[in-house]
Nanobody
Framework: QLVESGGGSVQAGGSLRLSCTAS????????VAWFRQSSGKEREVVAT???????DYAESVKGRFSITQDSAKNTLSLEMNSPKSADTATYFC??????????????????????WGKGTQVTVSS
């Protein structure tokens, strides 16, 4: 089970750190990711990281967000720097057992991931 935390309200230009913890078992996934979904829009991938710690990002967040993982602690994180109002959404962590690179997982999107958290809301105010 994946459980997100760290969501809340943040001012544009500030920073926020999201965390996702895998509970009830070992951190055995190969590729993990953050997705987001805003009101009236489809869920979209934000960032991916694979077992070798290679990362990939959606163009909209590249240079501002950073995805990291600590397999020993079963924890995935997303550092959100200089957020914009367009980043307001519910953020979900997701995990895949398939041995796919971060780049390929970002390209394929939701279909790769079989485990999902329930999400945490992030609201960016200007």
């Amino acid at each position: 089970q994946l459980v997100e935390s760290g969501g809340g309200s943040v001012q544009a230009g500030g920073s926020l750190r999201l965390s996702c913890t895998a509970s009830g078992g070992t951190y055995s996934f190969y590729t993990v990711a953050w997705f987001r979904q805003s009101s009236g829009k489809e869920r979209e991938v934000v960032a991916t990281i694979d077992n070798d710690d290679w990362t990939d990002y959606a163009e909209s967040v590249k240079g501002r967000f950073s995805i990291t993982q600590d397999s020993a602690k079963n924890t995935l994180s997303l550092e959100m720097n200089s957020p914009k109002s367009a980043d307001t959404a519910t953020y979900f962590c997701a995990a895949a057992s398939a041995r796919l690179s971060a780049i390929l997982a970002l390209t394929i999107g939701m279909a790769v991931f079989e485990a999902w958290g329930k999400g945490t809301q992030v609201t960016v105010s200007s």
